[in-house]
């Protein structure tokens, strides 16, 4: 590792991954109804929530048969080592073809996922597969969320400043679909089999190298936490599996709260281009709202969430690959909402 020029902190590349097995979404509400009408009385008055979600297809790790059989912890966990490993290597793969690097030449793995729990965890398990180095530093970070995507990207960032010149790979991987309860159903898990797909994206980043003049600037992330809002989102850890945690608050509070925040986080921000996780349609609505964007204007994270639906951590990332890739320039600034209750943030130059 040769640090030539000290220079900012640039990622060199950003790439996407789904896993093969595709929900539309009319398919979903045909086997939700099949298997939740007569368990859940209030099925019917939430079906709407599946219309209305802005989605049209999802992907998951496993086949739609899979979820009509009950599953605990331990089915939970194989189809996640299985499914998220896959993910994993597909979008880190792609990720270092883009920068024209090999997993050999990483020096630090930053790993964000909280829909399983595997220890090693995913870079370990991968590491043969990917060809990382024994000496590969690893960095897993659990509990995110959907506040990951951001969150992990400026955990890396803050990486490459420390060790100039150094390799920095990011992975954000989640298998939200393996959540699907039978044995527990409340509001909240009806809006998440809903929203929630899965998919995995990787990032790599450096600092200190004057070959990467070219590269999109990364500046430092900052985050948000407001107090007494636990329960507006994240698991609660039960005896079948993680039970999810999603309040019906979310859309307004956005609404009511963002932007203070922001204000007081970056006084003086100039943003070209939000970068917005969209967490459900009507929280890509709330955003347009506070952020005072014409309605629209998020049109990217409409894309994303009508294509692959909510996948926690990675979402942002995918939306952030179709703004870079639409030729985005200027000042943008990614920000997602996350357990906590956590506004992250963190803002992006483009030359």
């Not at 299985?82 to 793995?109: H, K, N, P």
């Not at 609404?255 to 459900?280: I, N, Q, S």
């Not at 639906?309 to 000042?331: C, H, I, K, W, Y």
């Amino acid at each position: 590792m040769t640090t030539q020029t000290l220079g900012p902190p640039r990622l060199l590349s950003l790439a996407t991954a789904v896993p093969p097995e595709v929900l539309v979404q009319e398919d979903v509400i045909r086997e939700s109804r099949a298997l939740l009408g007569q368990r859940f009385a209030q099925f019917d008055r939430l079906a709407p929530a599946f219309e209305n979600a802005g989605i049209d297809t999802r992907h998951s790790v496993v086949p739609l048969d899979w979820f009509r059989q009950p599953h605990g912890w331990t089915d939970r966990t194989r189809a996640y080592a299985a499914g998220a490993s896959r993910l994993f290597c597909e979008a880190a793969g792609l990720a270092l073809t883009q920068a024209g690097l090999t997993a050999g030449q990483v020096d630090v793995v930053v790993t964000v996922s909280s829909t399983g729990i595997v220890t090693p965890t995913l870079e370990a398990l991968t590491a043969g597969t990917m060809g990382f180095r024994t000496d590969v530093m690893r960095v897993p970070v659990f509990g995110l969320g959907c506040a990951g995507g951001v969150s992990g990207l400026a955990i890396a960032r803050d990486l490459a400043v420390a060790r100039p010149g150094a390799v920095v790979l990011m992975v954000a991987v989640e298998t939200c679909t393996l959540l699907f309860r039978l044995d527990r159903l409340t509001k909240a898990d009806i809006i998440a089999t809903a929203l929630f797909g899965d998919g995995a994206a990787a990032a790599v980043l450096r600092a200190g190298h004057e070959g990467d003049g070219d590269k999109p600037e990364i500046g430092p992330g900052r985050q948000h936490m407001w107090p007494d809002t636990l329960g507006i989102m994240g698991w609660t850890v039960e005896e079948t599996g993680l039970g999810v945690v999603f309040d019906r608050s979310i859309p307004a509070f956005a609404e009511a709260e963002l932007r203070a925040a922001l204000d007081a986080m970056v006084p003086d921000r100039t943003v070209d281009r939000h970068v917005c996780h969209p967490g459900g349609a009507k929280v890509i609505t709330a955003l347009e709202s506070t952020l005072d964007l014409a309605p629209g204007t998020l049109d990217a994270e409409r894309q994303v969430l009508a294509r692959c639906g909510n996948m926690s951590a990675p979402t942002v990332l995918f939306v952030l690959e179709a703004v870079l890739q639409s030729g985005q320039r200027g000042d943008l600034l990614a920000m997602a909402l996350g357990p906590g209750f956590t506004l992250s943030i963190l803002p992006i130059r483009v030359a």
